[in-house]
């Protein structure tokens, strides 16, 4: 699979979108997109996955760029609640494993 | 939120005991996983299944081993626990809706596990 880039760390006012980068320059063909998050001391949470196209549903949207070596996850009014570390995973659709390798992921801090 | 639950939820234990560690889901789904968390290292993968006494091995399976005999219990077995071993356990659980793709992973709250 695929590894990924994040920043470490983003900061975003309450009520402002918060766009979170990843980077997956080595990305394949037939490899995802995928967005967790992890709120302090919680499971992780699915929030979004694409291949191709950009998708939207009612926790985020995602934006993948035409040559799919980054994508962009968007939360559209960001909320205190959203304070968590955001884990962008690329992996292979298919085949007999279904594990998520997570890196260390962008803590993202939503302030007042 | 889905059906998925842990148990213990914290254990503290000494070295060289043996621990089981449960996860229960009631969402039928096929595909159950248990991932370590620790400092510096995010989620690893120990073992997984992919079905009713179906299991294999993740990325960091060793001392650890697995069992399931229904599908609704996937268990974790540490048989001679060691200091190495203390970590956050997390569960999850998944259902490919169809092949090529793979559906979401849902995970448990976690067992935090000392092991002194």
């Known amino acids: 699979d695929a590894k990924t880039t994040q920043p470490t760390s983003m900061d975003c006012a309450e009520g402002r979108a918060a766009n979170l980068p990843c980077n997956h320059s080595t990305i394949s063909g037939n490899e995802y997109v995928y967005w967790y998050r992890q709120i302090h001391s919680q499971g992780p949470q699915y929030i979004i996955h694409?291949?191709?196209n950009n998708e939207t549903n009612e926790m985020a949207s995602l934006i993948i760029t035409e040559d799919r070596k980054s994508s962009t996850l968007i939360l559209p009014h960001a909320t205190l609640r959203d304070t968590a570390v955001y884990y962008c995973i690329v992996r292979v659709g298919g085949g007999s494993q279904g594990n998520l390798i997570f890196g260390k992921g962008t803590k993202l801090s939503v302030k007042p | 939120d889905a059906g998925i639950t842990q148990s213990p939820r914290h254990k503290v234990t000494e070295t060289g005991t043996p621990v089981t560690l449960r996860c229960h889901q009631t969402?039928?789904?096929?595909?159950m996983y248990w991932y370590r968390q620790d400092p510096g290292h995010g989620l690893r993968l120990i073992h997984y299944s992919y079905g009713v006494k179906d299991t294999d091995k993740g990325e960091v399976s060793d001392g650890y081993s697995v069992s399931r005999s229904k599908t609704e219990d996937f268990l974790l077995t540490l048989e001679s626990a060691t200091s190495s071993q203390t970590s956050v356990y997390f569960c999850a659980i998944s259902e490919s809706k169809w092949a090529g793709v793979w559906d979401e992973q849902y995970f448990g709250p976690g067992t935090r596990l000392t092991v002194t």
């Open positions: 694409g291949l191709k």
């Open positions: 969402e039928n789904h096929r595909y």
